[in-house]
């Protein structure tokens, strides 16, 4: 017979297992044992009489039952922690800002920070908004910044997204560069030039075909993948080996022998926008995206130069009016 009352950590667990399809990685998401967690989805199915997983040696995947339950889940949990937060116990909301010294996700994190003190709000490191849609699916990340129009409409479908800023881009140099002397850097000095914008890795594919549409019919090469630089010394050194110029943002924190040069004729930009899980209830992000909106009104980020360029498919994504 049914149950008349559920315990929200049986939902919880068997959300995580419907989105991991994975014991052991929804084990590790929500940090318990994975017997107790295979325990926990026995029960849940023991109290509502019906089997929600097929389970085998090789793969887990949800019955038809496990389908009608999962929305269903997911809309108990979004309120439980809604009423928690209501009474000032919310969980800490976990907040990418992709990388460290990016100036965008930093400021709107500190402007959060000021307008509601009372909220914890962790900073995170993803490195593109690829890798961490799939954490906010999963339910690992609560908000990230990126190009929300790079998405793979899939990806998209899950979540909600608020337009922030136009962000100047610009190359960052190695100082020996024929270029590195100029105060900004024509688009058409790029032409000959191959520039790493990168390509290969599978958390920033939006911003690589950001490269590819802001270099099409320019002469300019996206360089192949290389492999991926994690820390500031990687970088600088894989740089000073190929010496190929990288794409960024006039943002870019500063390396080592090393020069962030704003790009002109056209002004290309990076439409960033703050991107969440749909259907996430948090006071914190409530302060997120109050900070976003403040920041963008006050500091002119949704203001585009006459000669700024974006992708006709931002244009049409992001809905933003000039």
Aim: no cysteine.
């Amino acid at each position: 017979m049914p149950a008349h009352h559920l315990d929200p950590r049986l939902l919880r667990g068997f959300v995580a297992v419907a989105e991991e399809l994975h014991f052991t990685r929804a084990a590790l998401r929500l940090y318990v044992a994975q017997q107790a967690l295979s325990r926990d989805v026995r029960r849940l199915e023991r109290e509502l009489g019906a089997e929600l997983f097929v389970r085998t040696t090789r793969q887990v995947t949800l019955t038809a039952d496990g389908e009608r339950l999962l929305p269903h889940a997911r809309r108990v949990l979004a309120a439980q922690d809604e009423l928690l937060a209501a009474f000032g116990q919310a969980r800490p909301l976990l907040l990418d800002l992709n990388m460290p010294g990016l100036d965008t996700g930093r400021r709107v994190l500190h402007r959060a920070r000021e307008l509601a003190p009372e909220q914890e709000i962790m900073a995170r490191f993803e490195s593109g908004l690829t890798g961490a849609a799939a954490e906010l699916l999963a339910g690992r990340l609560d908000a990230s910044f990126g190009r929300y129009a790079g998405l793979d409409p899939a990806l998209r479908a899950g979540l909600d997204h608020q337009f922030v800023r136009f962000e100047p881009m610009a190359v960052a140099l190695p100082e020996g560069h024929r270029l590195a002397a100029l105060p900004a850097v024509p688009l058409a000095a790029l032409a000959g030039e191959t520039v790493y914008a990168g390509a290969g890795n599978p958390r920033t594919p939006e911003w690589t075909d950001l490269a590819h549409r802001l270099f099409e019919g320019r002469g300019i090469a996206v360089a192949p993948p290389a492999p991926l630089a994690v820390g500031a010394e990687e970088f600088e050194r894989l740089m000073a080996k190929t010496g190929h110029p990288v794409l960024a943002v006039v943002g870019f924190p500063a390396l080592p022998r090393t020069v962030v040069r704003p790009l002109v004729d056209p002004v290309p930009l990076s439409p960033v926008s703050l991107v969440w899980r749909r259907g996430l209830a948090h006071p914190a992000l409530d302060a997120v995206r109050r900070a976003a909106a403040e920041l963008s009104a006050g500091e002119g980020w949704l203001r585009r130069p006459e000669t700024g360029w974006i992708p006709a498919i931002d244009e049409a994504v992001n809905s933003v009016h000039h």
